[in-house]
T-cell receptor, first 119, second 114 residues
């Protein structure tokens, strides 16, 4: 069974500080995908990034960066120079790859980390 | 490009009633997924439809059902409502590429069961 753990329930940092959100996953699959989503107060989840299990390169997108370490089953997310607009709940998610079933949008989500940026 | 539209946004029902929620995906998206979000259980996958066929299903009782129409719009139905069904129900659409995970979510339908 798949499982995603986000141990940090809530984090508060002062604006312009860096913050890292932790994500640890469990899966028996050798091929899988990892994701981060952001949920602002309006409710809809916003896709941030996807990473497949064969691609361990770290990625940077503006102030956002992701560190995927297969050896520790972790996929951590860092926001540099945080801004008030970054305040939201962030979810890490995992999906399995089903060869027999073209297309699979079933995601297993973590419980989320509520990030508050204090002005 | 219009986003995913869910209706109604808020509704209140009583135990034993049934409810139907609607989701209009982004134009051109053929896959529609449904998720339930509660404070206790978090985000849980309900089911996914593609070309009017249920392609994947989560671990929910048979009271939860869904369907997809030829225009890709989807509905989900919950019968014999229980207090524990109170939740935010999120619909997401995506292109029909395999395993993209690039789901586009609506703002959800918040159901309260009294």
């Amino acid at each position: 069974a798949q499982k995603v753990t986000q141990a940090q329930t809530e984090i508060s940092v002062v604006e312009k500080e860096d913050v890292t959100l932790d994500c640890v996953y469990e899966t028996r699959d050798t091929t899988y995908y990892l994701f981060w989503y952001k949920q602002p107060p309006s409710g809809e989840l916003v896709f941030l990034i996807r990473r497949n299990s064969f691609d361990e390169q770290n990625e940077i997108s503006g102030r956002y960066s992701w560190n995927f370490q297969k050896s520790t089953s972790s996929f951590n997310f860092t926001i540099t120079a945080s801004q008030v607009v970054d305040s939201a709940v962030y979810f890490c998610a995992l999906s399995e790859f089903l060869i027999s079933n073209f297309g699979n949008e079933k995601l297993t989500f973590g419980t989320g980390t509520r990030l508050t940026i204090i002005p | 490009k219009a986003g995913v539209t869910q209706t109604p946004r808020y509704l209140i029902k009583t135990r034993g009633q049934q409810v139907t929620l609607s989701c209009s995906p982004i134009s051109g998206h053929r896959s529609v997924s449904w998720y339930q979000q509660t404070p206790g259980q978090g985000l849980q996958f309900l089911f996914e439809y593609f070309s009017e066929t249920q392609r994947n299903k989560g671990n929910f009782p048979g009271r939860f059902s869904g369907r997809q129409f030829s225009n890709s719009r989807s509905e989900m139905n919950v019968s014999t409502l229980e207090l524990g069904d109170s939740a935010l129900y999120l619909c997401a659409s995506s292109l029909d590429r395999a395993n993209t995970g690039e789901l586009f979510f609506g703002e959800g339908s918040r159901l309260t069961v009294l």
